[in-house]
């Protein structure tokens, strides 16, 4: 009788471990997927200054336009620490639009989308069309990472082009949010 309890105790106590590491594995399974991640790598930093967000999240709605400047946007700082050396990188530009929260009836040619870049007070397009789906659009690629190259921020508008815009784009709502990624090249 007593060797039974003492078997009976341990197979508890093994269930009860085994119990308290699932609930935390899946704890932290849980919590590791709800990460947005940005910031600073040691070397590379990716800034997002403003926000990601472009469109429903924020307060001031998508309207008709007869430039970017006059849509939504949302920036991104690329560089590399001063105090590393001796490596360099590429870094990679994105606009990702939100299947959810985007008029589908708004993708189909007067929803653009123009990134610039911008170091100091001069400012380039780099890249600019139409958006007419919710796939992820490369914006910019081989962006250049080094100590011989400024820290560039790019801004990337999202703006309708009142000039070919129809009733289809009337109180239509836009979501979507900028990505980037560096990284290093080979030593």
């Keep these: 009788m007593k060797k039974a ?4 105790t341990i197979v508890g106590v093994i269930f ?8 935390t594995y899946a704890w932290f399974t849980w919590q590791s997927s709800n990460i947005n991640v940005s910031g600073n790598t040691g070397c590379f930093t990716i800034d997002y200054g403003i926000g990601q967000e472009i469109g429903v999240s924020s307060s001031e709605p998508l309207k008709l336009a007869t430039s970017y400047t006059e849509g ?8 590399l620490n001063d105090k590393c050396t001796g490596i360099s990188g590429k870094g990679t530009l ?13 993708l189909t040619g007067a929803l653009k989308y123009t990134a610039v ?3 100091g007070q001069t400012s380039n397009i780099i890249a600019e069309g139409v958006i007419t789906s919710t796939d992820k659009i490369v914006l910019a690629t081989n962006i250049d990472l080094d100590t011989e190259t400024d820290d ?3 801004r990337v508008y999202v703006w309708i082009d009142g000039e ?3 009733n289809t784009y009337a109180n239509a709502k836009y979501s ?3 990505s980037a990624e560096a990284i290093q090249n080979a030593q």
């Design 117 to 119: 870049s911008i170091s």
């Design 152 to 154: 560039y921020t790019y």
């Design 94 to 106: 994105y606009l990702n639009t939100n299947p959810v929260g985007t008029d589908t009836a708004i």
């Design 16 to 23: 009860f471990v085994a119990a308290i590491a699932g609930i």
């Design 72 to 79: 939504l946007y949302a920036e991104v700082s690329l560089g």
């Design 5 to 8: 309890k003492i078997i009976g």
């Design 164 to 166: 070919i815009a129809d």
């Design 176 to 178: 979507g949010y900028i």
